[in-house]
């Protein structure tokens, strides 16, 4: 008997199995992921109307392509709040990296002048509890609100209360801290040129 023969009459329940599974996995993906996807934009909403509480409603106004510093591009979703009177309250948008657990997703508002952050929420994340996953808690989130929308500091020690360009980092999770800094850092400026370039701001700004 060939090896060969051998071997698919050994192992031809195992293939038959894996292509079995491999097919069911395909199509609960299949059908899941219309259902994901729209929880997932349920969220973002949620997490805007949080971070801009004076919109009523939130407006696509454009996707743009930013270039990671691995050269990676990454494509950003750009959102106006605007209010029942229909005035720009600000603007949202999605920016993900990685910090010590994996990726980060986060959706960051910054104000109708694009010159000061309106904060950041945590989309999805998968930092170490009690360490890393306190990059969503209100005393780390709060540095943010009102930080100058330029480029931003990670400092290890500091005044957390103080608004300014200096973001202190979370004790035993600076690498996760720092990740939170990268990500607005490396969205923030390449995303407020492109919207100058297509007139979305103007002026001084």
Not at 138 to 162: C, D, M, V
């Amino acid at each position: 008997m060939s090896k060969i023969k051998y071997f698919i009459q050994q192992s031809w329940l195992l293939i038959a199995s894996s292509l079995f599974f491999g097919l069911l996995l395909a199509i609960a993906d299949a059908a899941w992921a219309p259902m994901i996807e729209a929880n997932k934009t349920k969220e973002l909403d949620n997490l805007m109307a949080e971070l801009l509480p004076d919109a009523k409603k939130f407006q696509l106004v454009g996707q743009f392509q930013i270039e990671s510093p691995s050269r990676q591009s990454e494509q950003i979703n750009l959102y106006k709040g605007v209010s029942a009177s229909g005035q720009n309250t600000g603007w949202a948008f999605n920016a993900s990296g990685f910090g010590f657990g994996g990726e980060i997703e986060l959706v960051v508002a910054i104000d109708n002048d694009f010159k000061k952050i309106a904060g950041f929420k945590v989309l999805s994340s998968i930092e170490t509890p009690g360490f890393g996953d306190q990059i969503k808690l209100s005393w780390y989130r709060g540095q943010f609100i009102g930080a100058p929308a330029e480029q931003l500091q990670l400092e290890r020690t500091g005044n957390p209360e103080k608004i300014d360009d200096q973001i202190v980092a979370i004790t035993g999770a600076t690498i996760s801290s720092q990740a939170v800094v990268n990500i607005i850092n490396n969205t923030l400026l390449p995303l407020r040129t492109q919207m100058q370039q297509k007139g979305l701001l103007t002026g001084g700004n």
